[in-house]
C-alpha cells in the first residue's frame, strides 16, 4: 500500500475502485447526467461512466454551470465517490461541496505515476491522504 | 484562508444553515486559488435557467431557501424559457410552466431581483468601477471587467448565490489588480472598422476568442468612439470561443487609457496578434451551421434586444409583412417591452408579424420547446446565440446581420451571405 499527502478540498472518506483520465473534465457537455457516462469526442475517458468510482483527472474546465449537471448526476445515482485533481479547480470543488463527495488535490507526488484505472484507492479528506493499493 | 471572527461563526452554522452551505462553497472555492481572504461584494447576477439546473438543481435552490436563507447583495437573475404574458398563446408546455414557476418562487423567497434578463446592467444593476462583483453569466461578466471596470472572475452560479448570501467572495484572480494586466496584444489595424457593423465585431470575436484563449488581451487600434452594441458585439462573441475574463480596449476600458497602462508600466511588450481581414470572413462560415434556406424562425435578443435595436427593427419593419411560414422573434426585458408598447414599436411590429417575447433570451430557454413546434431552421444576428443553439438544441443556424435577418424573415428563405 501507498499513501500520499493531499491538501483537502471537502471533508470525508471515499473508497473504491480508481478510475483514471489524463485529460480535464467538464461536467457541462462533457458529462452526461443521465447516466455519468463521459461523452466529448476525443475525451481519453470517452463512452465510460464515472458512476461510483474514485475519479482521478488533472482538473476542471468549461462552463461555469457544470456544478448544476454535476449535482443532477450526484442526485440519480451517477456521481464518482470522491475525487483527486492535480490541481482543483472552481467547477469541480463547488460540485464536490454541494454533494458532500471527498474532494483531495495537491498529492505530494504526480498521482499519474502512482494511481492506475482499477486500483483500489482511499480518499481520507479529514486527514488529508490517499491510499493506493494495487490489485 | 483567513476568516474573521465573524466569518467562523457563519461556518459553523451559528448564522443558519443557508449561510453555513454559504461559505462551505465559498472557503472550498477560495482554496483552490489560494485566496487570503473574503472581501465584500456589491452586486450579484445568476444565470442558471431549467435546461440547466434540471429538477434536482431547483430541489437544491428550494433546500438552500429552506429556514430564511435569504441574499443580503443586490441579486439579478438572467432570462428564463418563455414569456408568462404569453404562454397560452405560445403553446408553452404545462411541464416547463411548473418548472419555471418553482424557480420563480424560490428566487423570490431568496430575495433575488427577478429582472429575467442579461442586460441588468441596464436596468439598475450597475456596479462602479473598482467594485467587487461576481456576475455567473460570462457575457455579461467580461462586458462588467472591461468595459465598467468592476472586478468580477468567470463565478457560477454557486459561488455567486453563496456570495450572494454572504456578502463576500475569495479574494483571487480578477479581484486582484495585479492579475488584471494585459499578457497579450491585440492589433485590428489592418481591419476597415469604419465600415464594420455590429455583427462584423462578432464575427472578429468569434475568430479571436479561438486564438486568445484564457489569456487577459489587450485590443490596439479600435476606434475610441466604438458604438456601445458593437462593443457588445466584440465582447459577448468572444467568451463564445474563449475563456477570458476580461479584456482591454484601449481607450474604452478604464483600466486601459493607454497600451502601457493596460500591460502595466515598464514591462516587457507580450506577444502581438494581428487580426485580418480574412479572419473575420472565415468566421462567418463556422458560425452559421444552417444547410437548409427555409426559415422557420429569425430570432433576435442574445443578449437581449435593447430599446435601440427594437427601434432599428421596427424601422426595417415598418408596413411590411413576413412570410406566412416564417415567425420572428425579438427576445427582451420585461421593461423594453413596457417601452416598446409605450413607443408604438409594438404595434408597427405586432402590424408585420412579429413577436416581442419578454424574460427570454435567444440563445438558450425557447428553443426546448421550439424544436418540439416544429422550429429547426433559424436566422439570427448573434453569433452567440447560434452557437448554443446549434450546440446544445441543435437547431440549424444562419447568422447574418440584422438587415439580413429582417429580410429572411419577408421572404422566408436566407438572404444573407453563406
Not at chain 1, 49 to 71: D, R
Amino acid at each position: 500500500m501507498i499513501r500520499l499527502k493531499a491538501r483537502p478540498v471537502t471533508r470525508g472518506l471515499a473508497e473504491g475502485e480508481a478510475l483514471v483520465s489524463r485529460m480535464a473534465i467538464s461536467f457541462t457537455g462533457g458529462m452526461d447526467p443521465e447516466s455519468g457516462i463521459i461523452r466529448e469526442p476525443g475525451h481519453d475517458l470517452f463512452g465510460q461512466s464515472v458512476a461510483g468510482k474514485i475519479l482521478v483527472f488533472p482538473t476542471g474546465k468549461g462552463s461555469t454551470t457544470g456544478s448544476w449537471q454535476y449535482y443532477a448526476a450526484f442526485k440519480r445515482g451517477f456521481a464518482p465517490k470522491g475525487i483527486i485533481n492535480e490541481k482543483a479547480e472552481g467547477v469541480v470543488a463547488v460540485s464536490a461541496i454541494i454533494t458532500e463527495t471527498p474532494m483531495v488535490h495537491g498529492l505530494e507526488k504526480n498521482p499519474f505515476d502512482y494511481i492506475e484505472t482499477g486500483d483500489f484507492v482511499r480518499i481520507d479528506a479529514d486527514k488529508g491522504f490517499v491510499e493506493i493499493i494495487k490489485i | 484562508m483567513e476568516l474573521t471572527p465573524q466569518q467562523k461563526d457563519m461556518l459553523a452554522g451559528k448564522q443558519g444553515d443557508g449561510m453555513r452551505k454559504a461559505m462551505d462553497i465559498l472557503t472550498a472555492y477560495g482554496q483552490c486559488y489560494d485566496a487570503q481572504r473574503l472581501i465584500p461584494v456589491t452586486s450579484v447576477h445568476i444565470a442558471g435557467n431549467f435546461p440547466v439546473l434540471l429538477d434536482e438543481g431547483i430541489d437544491w435552490l428550494e433546500d438552500l431557501a429552506q429556514g430564511g436563507t435569504r441574499v443580503r447583495v443586490f441579486t439579478t437573475k438572467n432570462p428564463e424559457m418563455y414569456d408568462p404574458l404569453q404562454a397560452d398563446e405560445m403553446k408553452i408546455p404545462m411541464r416547463l410552466r411548473q418548472r419555471q414557476g418553482r424557480i420563480h418562487d424560490v428566487l423570490k423567497k431568496l430575495g433575488v431581483v427577478l429582472t429575467y434578463s442579461c442586460h441588468h446592467y441596464l436596468a439598475g444593476n450597475v456596479p462602479r468601477f473598482g467594485d467587487h462583483i461576481a456576475w455567473a453569466s460570462s457575457g455579461s461578466q467580461v462586458f462588467a471587467n472591461s468595459v465598467i471596470g468592476a472586478r468580477s472572475n468567470r463565478d457560477g452560479d454557486h459561488v455567486a448565490l453563496a456570495a450572494a448570501i454572504a456578502g463576500v467572495i475569495p479574494e483571487w484572480g480578477l479581484h486582484l489588480k495585479e492579475n488584471r494586466r494585459a499578457d497579450l496584444i491585440v492589433d485590428v489595424g489592418e481591419l476597415v472598422l469604419e465600415s464594420y457593423g455590429p455583427e462584423d465585431f462578432k464575427a472578429l470575436g468569434w475568430s479571436l476568442g479561438k486564438k486568445i484563449g484564457a489569456r487577459l488581451p489587450v485590443f490596439i487600434n479600435l476606434p475610441p468612439d466604438l458604438h456601445i452594441e458593437k462593443i457588445k458585439g466584440l465582447l459577448y462573441t468572444l467568451t463564445v470561443t474563449g475563456a477570458m475574463g476580461m479584456v482591454h480596449l484601449v481607450g474604452i476600458t478604464p483600466e486601459a487609457p493607454d497600451l502601457e497602462t493596460a500591460l502595466g508600466k515598464g514591462s516587457v511588450h507580450p506577444p502581438t496578434l494581428a487580426a485580418t481581414p480574412e479572419d473575420v470572413d472565415k468566421a462567418y462560415g463556422e458560425i452559421s451551421s444552417g444547410t437548409s434556406d427555409k426559415i422557420d424562425l429569425v430570432i433576435f435578443g442574445c443578449p437581449q434586444c435593447s430599446i435601440q435595436e427594437v427601434q432599428e427593427i421596427s424601422e426595417l419593419m415598418e408596413g411590411k409583412k413576413i412570410h406566412a411560414d416564417t415567425r420572428f422573434w425579438i427576445c427582451t426585458s420585461a421593461w423594453v417591452k413596457l417601452l416598446c408598447d409605450r413607443m408604438g414599436l409594438l404595434k408597427t411590429l405586432t402590424a408585420a408579424g412579429v413577436r416581442v417575447v419578454s424574460d427570454v433570451g435567444a440563445a438558450d430557454g425557447p428553443h426546448l420547446y421550439l424544436k418540439e413546434q416544429g422550429v429547426r431552421v433559424i436566422a439570427v444576428n448573434s453569433a452567440r446565440a447560434s452557437y448554443y443553439a446549434h450546440n446544445l438544441f441543435g437547431m440549424e443556424t444562419w447568422f447574418g446581420s440584422t438587415r439580413e435577418c429582417v429580410l429572411s424573415a419577408i421572404s422566408g428563405k436566407w438572404e444573407g451571405r453563406k
